[in-house]
C-alpha cells in the first residue's frame, strides 16, 4: 500500500490525474471505476484541466447506485457521474456505466452489472473515497470481504453524512446498489482519496488497523496495487505518518506499494 500525503485538494487533484493521465498514455488504463462524493471532485476537475483525446475512449463504471431515485433525478448517482465525470471528460455516455436502481429485480440488476464490466476486462482503476466508518463504495461495516455487486441497506449515519445533497433527510434513500468488496478488490489499481479531520479515524484504521468488515476499507491492505491520497488532516492519526513522507521523498522509480 502506497501512501501520500499532501497539502490539499489541489495537490491531490493534481497527483491522482497524473497517475490516471500516465495509465492511459501507457494504455494500462482502459477501464476507470467511478466514485461519486467530494472526495474524487479535484481529481475529475484536473482530468478535465488537463484533458487529452485519449480520455474520451474511456469505459467507466459506477461504484454505487440509490435504490429507487430515478436516473434523471438530480441526486441519482446517473445524474452526478455525467455531471462530474461524464461532461467534464467528455467520455461517450454508452461508455459510462452505472447500476440500475429501479430495476424490477435488483439481485438479477447485480449480476448483469458485474458481466458488463467482465466483459469490458475488468477495472483498470478504481477511484474511491472512504465513509467516516469507513465504508468504501456502500459497503457499510460488517459487509462481507469477498461480497459481490448486491442491495445494500444504508446506515443511519450514511444517510446523516449524504443528507446535505438533499433538500430533506428523509429524502435519502435507505437502500442502494454497490459494487462488493470482492468486486473492488478485482481491479487492477485501486486509489483512495481522503480528505479533511473528519475522516482521519477511518484512515488510521483502514491503512494501519487489522483487515476487519468493520472498516471496510481494510481490505484494501490486501490489494497489491493500492495508493492512498490524503491531505495532512485526514493523515493526522496515522502513526506511521513521517514514515509515509520519507518514502515519497526518497522514492524509487518503479518501486511497488
Known sequence: MRVVILDGAGDIGAFGAGLILDGVLQGRIRTLGVATGSSPLAIYRALADRWIPALAHLDAFALDEYVGLPADDPQSYHSVIRREVTDRLRLDPANVHVPDGCAADLDAECERYEATMAAAGGVDLQLLGIGRNGHIGFNEPSSSLSSRTRPKTLMAAT????????DHPDLVPRHCLTQGLGTILDAAEVLLVAQGAGKA???????????????????????RRATILLDEEAAQQLALRQYYLDTEKTRIEGLRP
Open 201 to 223: 479515524e477511518a484512515v488510521r484504521a483502514a491503512v494501519e488497523g487489522p483487515v476487519s468488515s468493520m472498516c471496510p476499507a481494510s481490505v484494501l491492505q490486501l490489494h
Open 159 to 166: 444517510r446523516r453524512d449524504n443528507a446535505r445533497f438533499f
